[in-house]
């Protein structure tokens, strides 16, 4: 990768008999946005610490700015860290918080109070220099936990769950907020958050950790879209999984006789499938849509269970066969004009192949 700002090899963590992290390898290019996603126990905070130094790895490299740093003190891996608990020193103004970094590394106090105030110019806030933390809200307290890591402009920044304790409407403020400080630095960010959407909306890529390993790395289109596992397909996003097997294979263009109902699903793959074996066909709501005429392939049958306004979707649920226990889940926005569809109603379901997707059917 060009440009490497952060590379791990085969780095690895053990707590007595239980793995915390498999060997992994990683790499993280200057001013990327990498975020860390997974259930908890899925080893993000592990990784997280170790590239941090506050953890020691049982094996493997760890590389920032091409410096071996495996073995290395926090404060020789020139990272800065932003964490769900603010941390600011109560006692302290804004400005002293801020520049608080750069008197521990001797900077003068006329610099230091000088470039605390540009910090603070970055994050919009200005004018509550003179200010102690318990007079701010919670999103301007994290915007100041966040000015004080980028005041003395580490390598890296770290931030672990810095959302976690925010409101829903101040957290997606915060999601634009640190975007827009990302895109204006370019500094290099890996950012840990079990928050589906969150890692969405932010990241240039997503790590998505499953059992202390990664499952899959890639763009958010890339894991939402074209999951290669199981564990992808029903972790990110909401999706309907139909049970199948392969009846033949075209490069990435498989064809699938589902379980039941006598349906055939064509669809894509990114995972090795072979003739004969089982997988799930993957399909979001959104990209199911009632069928107009008679349809031989990609065509489910079944009756409304229900139909519910979630705000701008509306969805639709089906129960059908070829879905296992599971009703069939469409979407679509909402509209007055949008027609209704009564509970026992019977409907047939359908989707192009390009929005089908066939994973091994294995966690």
Known sequence: MPNSKLKISGLTKRYGDFVALAPTDLEVAEGEFLTL????GS??????????????????????NGKDV??????????????????LFPHMTIAENIAFPLKMRRVDAATARRQALEALEMVRLP???ARFPKELSGGQQQRIALARCLVYKPSII??????GALDKKLRDHMQLEIKRIHRELGTTIVYVTHDQEEAMTMSDRICLMNGGKIEQLGTPSDLYFRPRTLFV???????????GTVTEVRGDHVEVALAQ????AHAVTNAPVAAGGKVRVMVRPQNIAMANGVTAANAVSGKVLDSMITGSLTKLYVESDAAGQAPVVLSYPTS??????????QVTLTWQRSDAVAVPDSL
Do not use: C, W
Not at 158 to 163: A, F, G, I, W, Y
């Open 37 to 40: 996603l997974g259930p908890s």
């Open 43 to 64: 080893g993000k905070t592990t990784l997280l610490s170790l590239i941090a130094g506050l953890a020691v790895p049982d094996g493997g490299q760890l590389l920032i």
């Open 70 to 87: 495996t073995f290395g003190a926090p404060y020789e891996r020139d990272i800065g860290m932003v964490f769900q608990n603010y941390a």
């Open 127 to 129: 004018h509550v220099a």
């Open 158 to 163: 770290l931030m672990d769950e810095p959302l």
């Open 233 to 243: 397909a029903d972790f990110l996003g909401e999706s309907n999984l139909f049970e």
């Open 261 to 264: 109902g006598g349906a055939v």
């Open 336 to 345: 007055m004009g949008a027609s209704r569809h009564a509970v026992g109603q």
